[in-house]
């Protein structure tokens, strides 16, 4: 399996050729970016407005997980707040995988390689289309231009921990090497094309029983393509928001809050093809 690069021609008739799999019809329509800006959106509500670094600057330190220890009096209140936020990009995934025929996995940059994360690519089904018209989408994500927006736009609401300013990084991030939904790209974009990750199809290990995108120990800029490496013998660590546990969006749409003493073997539930189907406690 390999990134797949999808050219404005052909994304028509992948549509309409692949079919739904395992979704509703959908009436979302793949967005249209144009040459020249348009006015700026309204940004999302935030508790305390800090977009991230201005251009020029070098990068704030990223938070240090967990972001939420132990247990408060607002602790579950905080973990619905945050197993919504994962619902919501795991829904907007979804909704990409149905215009698209595969899984979101950036935008390359002039050398062909991704420059810019899956993040920005679903922007449009997180009601951000206007955000992702303000991306130059053959540059990456630390480009003049690129790197400018992180101060000018907050971060969506989604990719932050509940009621957090964490200045542009995001730990809700995915998984990439073999056997993920994100394997290693074999074949170069040209610049601003739209690159592709896994089927649907081919995650037969059950789209109820793997992970997505899930709360990875460390925080990296939102808009950049840097995703946990997978390897079977070496498993990301997670964990970055709840010191209890994490929570998990799946690639059927629902979300798991795995507590640290479930017993859950991660790598099974991060391989999409390995043999192994993990079923979650409900």
């Not at 062909?112 to 009601?127: D, M, Q, T």
């Not at 289309?129 to 480009?143: A, G």
């Not at 400018?148 to 957090?164: G, T």
């Not at 809700?172 to 056997?179: L, S, V, Y």
Request: aromatic letters at 8%; a positive charge.
């Amino acid at each position: 399996m390999s990134f797949h690069v999808i050219r404005p021609m052909a994304a028509v008739a992948l549509v309409l050729s692949v079919g739904l799999v395992a979704l509703p019809a959908c009436k979302k329509t793949k967005p249209t970016v144009p040459d020249s800006p348009t006015p700026a959106p309204t940004p999302n509500p935030n508790p305390t407005p800090n977009p991230g670094p201005s251009v020029g600057d070098a990068l704030p330190p990223a938070p240090k997980g967990p972001i939420f220890r132990g247990a408060t009096p607002l602790g579950r209140g905080v973990r619905e707040a945050a197993e919504a936020n994962m619902k919501q990009i795991v829904l907007a995934i979804r909704e990409f995988e149905v215009v698209y025929g595969a899984l979101p996995a950036g935008y390359a940059d002039k050398t062909g390689k991704p420059g810019l994360s899956w993040r920005v690519a679903i922007l449009p089904y997180l009601e951000q289309d206007n955000l992702l018209k303000q991306f130059k989408l053959d540059e990456p994500w630390d480009s003049a231009h690129n790197k400018a927006l992180l101060s000018k736009f907050p971060m969506p609401k989604q990719f932050a921990p509940p009621s957090q300013d964490t200045r542009g990084y995001t730990f809700a991030r995915g998984f990439t090497g073999p056997g993920t939904w994100l394997p290693d790209q074999t074949q170069a974009g040209t610049p601003g094309q739209l690159l592709l990750g896994v089927k649907f199809a081919q995650i037969t290990d059950g789209l109820s029983n793997t992970v997505l995108v899930t709360d990875a120990a460390e925080a990296v800029i939102w808009t950049r393509p840097d995703e946990m490496r997978f390897t079977p013998n070496n498993v990301p660590k997670l964990g970055g928001v709840f010191e209890s546990g994490t929570s998990m969006g799946l690639a059927d749409g629902s979300v798991k809050f795995v507590s640290k003493s479930s017993g859950l073997k991660i790598a099974d539930v991060i391989q999409i093809a390995d043999g192994n189907p993990v079923q979650f406690d409900n």
